[in-house]
């Protein structure tokens, strides 16, 4: 007699990086919790207090250390922003493109992430908007032949 056997299963995705939704059933809690700790007991008070609003300067160090390494930049640590997430980023961003004299923006249509069009707009640019397919290309389906 035959016996069947369920097909293999695929394997389940270990992190989910869809926009806008943390997979916090995989989150290091105990790891992170030491690390917390950690700092908490040997920084200086005053890491703890309001500082630039650019991010704490070894942060930024780290990253401008980790782009030059891995990445090959000339990263500075004052030219780096850090941000609460994309909105707070791309509002950032916009804002100094209007405040620089910027009249005009590009942006993806349709957008994954919608923040960018209403900030632009209240900002005063012109929003020129690129069509785009669901791979992110401008063919919008057109053959490029």
Do not use: W
């Amino acid at each position: 007699m035959a016996v069947l056997r369920e097909a293999p299963r695929p394997p389940r995705a270990r992190i989910d990086l869809s926009y806008g939704r943390a997979d916090l059933s995989s989150f290091p809690r105990a790891a992170f919790s030491r690390a917390i700790r950690q700092v908490l007991a040997r920084e200086p008070h005053d890491v703890f207090g309001y500082l630039s609003g650019a991010g704490t300067p070894q942060l930024r160090t780290a990253i401008a250390a980790y782009l030059n390494r891995v990445r090959g930049t000339m990263a500075d640590p004052a030219r780096i922003v850090i941000c609460n997430g994309y909105a707070q980023g791309i509002a950032l961003l916009i804002q100094v493109l209007a405040a620089a004299g910027a009249k005009r923006i590009a942006l993806a249509d349709p957008s994954s992430v919608d923040d960018a069009l209403p900030i632009s707009r209240a900002a005063g640019l012109e929003v020129a908007e690129i069509p785009v397919d669901e791979n992110g290309t401008g063919d919008k389906g057109q053959n490029s032949s």
